[in-house]
């Protein structure tokens, strides 16, 4: 709920307090007002954390088998669930 708090007050006009933003949310949306945009970003979660998981593992199998079991195989299969975890987050993000 911090970051509805949060945001609320860097997008407004004028200066005010996380206490005065804190009322006028719980006032004008009630106590679900604070978890405003949860659904979006638990999707998007699920959609990176399967992407990096799945991803890892399966880069990790192929790129051990050319060059072994050392740290730059490691590396190189997080770098790989990096980018596939991107690719798959990027339209929920938009």
Known sequence: ???VLKTQMQTSAE?????NV??????SEGIRGFWAGLQPNIARTFLVN???LGTYDQAKD?????????????????GVAGVA???TSTPADV
């Open 62 to 78: 192929i790129i051990v088998s050319f060059i072994g079991d050392n740290p730059v195989a490691h590396l190189s299969a997080s």
């Open 85 to 87: 975890s991107a690719c």
């Open 22 to 27: 804190f009322k006028r949310i719980y006032q």
């Open 50 to 52: 399967a992407a990096e």
């Open 15 to 19: 200066t005010t307090s996380m206490v």
């Open 1 to 3: 709920w911090t970051e």
